[in-house]
Nanobody, 121 residues
Framework: QVQLVESGGGLVQAGGSLSVSCVAS????????MGWYRQAPGNQRELVAT???????NYADSVKGRFTISRDNAKNTLYLQMNSLKPEDTAVYYC???????????????WGQGTQVTVSS
């Protein structure tokens, strides 16, 4: 059993900063890529940023230069630092991780329950 639990969302004014984190726990053999996704009301879930186990990152154009994704492999924790927030960043933010639970199987993607980020204008 694997769980991803996000924390750190909340309400912030435009131009402010917020950070969210995600802890993976359970029967984990190895974590490959991890990422943050978001979904605003009426919209499809979209990629925000991803990071490989080696630390290579990828960002959506809409957040480049404002958001920073990082991870602590020893703690199975994923972070997202969000600066210069805009009202259009308002969404539920989900973490996802490609996790291997046994040396005998490949990885599969697990999702957290999401955390709300609201940016007021």
């Amino acid at each position: 059993q694997v769980q991803l639990v996000e924390s750190g969302g909340g309400l912030v004014q435009a131009g402010g900063s917020l950070s969210v984190s995600c802890v993976a726990s359970g029967s984990i053999f190895r974590i490959n890529a991890m990422g943050w996704y978001r979904q605003a009301p009426g919209n499809q879930r979209e990629l925000v940023a991803t990071i490989t186990s080696g630390g290579s990152t990828n960002y959506a154009d809409s957040v480049k230069g404002r958001f920073t994704i990082s991870r602590d492999n020893a703690k199975n924790t994923l972070y997202l630092q969000m600066n210069s927030l805009k009202p259009e960043d308002t969404a539920v933010y989900y973490c996802a991780a490609d996790i291997v639970t046994s040396y005998r199987v490949g990885d599969r993607t697990y999702w957290g329950q999401g955390t709300q980020v609201t940016v007021s204008s």
